[in-house]
């Protein structure tokens, strides 16, 4: 591989377990991949864990190196596997290397053990909690079909316990879409979770589990209701939480406004740089593309590196860009959508384009409605203030922070009161898009966290 093929880093999610998982989530598309693997023990071999952490770690032209765990359910490949991976990260470590370690987990196998390690090695955990007990056992059930709530919120006590970082992952779907708020305050008052990220169920009809067919299933939430679900959260959050509860799709919104990249791969231009590696090795585009045309190679018979900068893998990410209909190219909100991730791609526009994002109507009425508050926030980050500065101004004048912000011609007065032209103050993030470098220095105080997690969590 030459120095111009390289990549300056990528994204390897590990499933350690494969599809193998304790429960059977009724809308897990996961699920269904064990039948890639019909004679597969569904155990990633210490010998492969060597390998795994090796290439990675070789492969990596960052200082940080984030190894990412997912499933199936990860913990079930013991402790004693996430304790020789901690070794093996020290026997390769380059100097100045620094580790994030990262797990998604259903949570219903964790006790003191396992929350001390994490403590110890500074893991940073993803807690999957679909909000109040009757919401979330409504799809979480283990193999019986018995709920989970219980044994998920013990889990969340335990990381608290221990002082384990961690976020909540929670799926909206249709169970749950018509209670945003009911949903928000449980996690943000009863779990005491200081980061949420939602993830809209998009579940294709069938039993492939792959991104195929262009219908979806009844426990799919519906794509105006996810847009609802998001403004009903949004303006509960902009008027009491902002600088202290974060939401991810909030924090992507805040970095488009200001010119900054988000990092999270679903809102990128293109992609292709979170990939998904399989238990016995197997390298996939995407985590969400876990099938046989989207298989790049194995490891053990081609370097990790050379798979991610090969040009099927390039053409993967590409393509996210290159199959953009006309009517999103259009779309005065594409600069924070960038059409969200290719497998929601499967309608048609209202002029007969194929390749419109199932959850368009959802996420184009949502980035309209925050329009005004981005515009403050992102300015106040500009200006060396703090966001939440948002708040004050929109109880002070009765929630209209989105519609006053929203409204100024360019040559208009600002509404915040500082006597500047509304384009020489906040409406100055138009400028700011043009110039995407303009707002790089606001990066590290947006989203560092989801940075270094996105991929895991998407």
Request: net charge positive.
């Amino acid at each position: 591989m030459t120095k111009k093929d390289a990549l300056p880093g990528f994204h390897l999610l590990a499933k350690p377990t494969g599809a193998a998982c304790n429960l059977g989530c009724k809308y897990c598309f996961f699920l269904s991949k064990k039948n890639l693997y019909p004679k597969s023990s569904f155990r990633m071999s210490d010998e492969l864990l060597e390998t795994y952490i090796r290439q990675y770690v070789e492969a990596q032209k960052t200082p940080q190196v984030t190894i990412a765990w997912q499933g199936g359910e990860p913990t079930l490949m013991g402790l004693e596997f996430f304790r020789r991976s901690i070794q093996l990260e020290e026997k390769y470590r380059r100097p100045g290397t620094i580790f994030q370690n990262t797990m998604q987990t259903n949570g219903t196998l964790l006790d003191d053990e396992w929350c001390r390690f994490f403590h110890e090695n500074n893991f940073l955990i993803g807690l999957s909690l679909d909000g109040p007990r009757e919401l979330h056992d409504a799809y979480r059930v283990d193999k019986a079909g018995r709920p989970t709530f219980d044994r998920v919120m013990k889990a969340a006590r335990l990381l608290r316990k221990h002082k384990v970082d961690f976020n909540i992952l929670t799926t909206v779907h249709a169970a749950n879409q018509d209670h945003p708020l009911e949903v928000y305050r449980f996690l943000r008052d009863e779990v005491k979770t200081d980061f949420i990220q939602f993830i809209p169920i998009v579940e294709r009809d069938n039993d492939t589990g792959f991104q195929e067919g262009d219908t979806v299933t009844d426990r799919s939430v519906d794509a105006k209701q996810y847009g609802r679900f998001l403004i009903s959260v949004f303006d509960e959050w902009v008027k009491r939480d902002v600088g202290k509860t974060f939401v991810q799709i909030f924090d992507v919104a805040l970095a488009a406004w200001a010119g900054v990249p988000s990092g999270i791969c679903a809102f990128s231009e293109t992609c292709g740089t979170a990939m998904a590696m399989e238990h016995n090795g197997d390298v996939y585009s995407c985590d969400h593309f876990v099938e046989p045309k989207y298989l790049l190679g194995n490891i053990n018979e081609r370097p990790m590196a050379r798979l991610a900068s090969s040009g099927k893998q390039r053409k993967f990410g590409r393509d996210k860009l290159d199959t953009l209909p006309e009517y999103c190219r259009r779309c005065e909100v594409r600069f924070v959508c960038n059409g969200e991730c290719p497998k929601n791609r499967f309608i048609e526009t209202p002029d007969g384009e194929l390749g419109l994002n199932y959850l368009c109507d959802g996420y184009r009425a949502f980035f309209r409605h925050i329009d005004g508050s981005m515009r403050f926030m992102a300015n106040e980050l500009r200006c060396g203030r703090a966001p939440a500065n948002i708040m004050s101004y929109t109880v002070s004048h009765e929630g209209k922070a989105v519609k006053v912000f929203a409204k100024p011609g360019r040559n208009d007065p600002c509404p915040c009161g500082s006597g500047l032209k509304f384009k020489k103050c906040h409406g100055r993030i138009e400028n700011q898009r043009e110039d995407p470098s303009a707002g790089e220095p606001l990066s590290k105080k947006i989203g560092d966290r989801w940075r270094s997690l996105s991929n895991l969590f998407n």
